[in-house]
Nanobody, 125 residues
Framework: QVQLVESGGGLVQAGGSLRLSCTAS????????MGWFRQAPGKEREFAAG?????????YYADSVKGRFTISRDNAKNTMYLQMNSLKPEDTAEYYC?????????????????WGQGTQVTVSS
């Protein structure tokens, strides 16, 4: 069992930056692939970024965030991060941390086993 807690959301102006964190409790954090999904009001939950269990360069991004967001993880700290730069109003959403058993992330939200409660990111124009 894994419990995930997100932090770092908030209100920022367009062009600004935020860093989200996701801290996991439970065993074997390093054996889970991880991801960030987001959901804006009235829209479906969508994949933003994913990282393999080993981290490093094994990262994946939605086209809408590629080049602006960076996902990383520190297995020694049981923590995953999402550095978000050059934020746009369309990035406004609830951001969710998620984990799945296995080495690689997945772009489908129903392929994940554990979810955090979410953290709100609001980007003003």
């Amino acid at each position: 069992q894994v419990q995930l807690v997100e932090s770092g959301g908030g209100l920022v102006q367009a062009g600004g930056s935020l860093r989200l964190s996701c801290t996991a409790s439970g065993r074997a954090f390093s054996t889970y692939a991880m991801g960030w999904f987001r959901q804006a009001p009235g829209k479906e939950r969508e994949f933003a970024a994913g990282i393999s269990w080993s981290g490093g360069d094994n990262t994946y991004y939605a086209d809408s965030v590629k080049g602006r967001f960076t996902i990383s993880r520190d297995n020694a700290k049981n923590t995953m991060y999402l550095q978000m730069n050059s934020l746009k109003p369309e990035d406004t959403a609830e951001y969710y941390c998620t984990a799945r058993v296995g080495s690689r992330p997945n772009r489908d939200y129903d392929k994940y086993d554990y979810w955090g409660q979410g953290t709100q990111v609001t980007v003003s124009s």
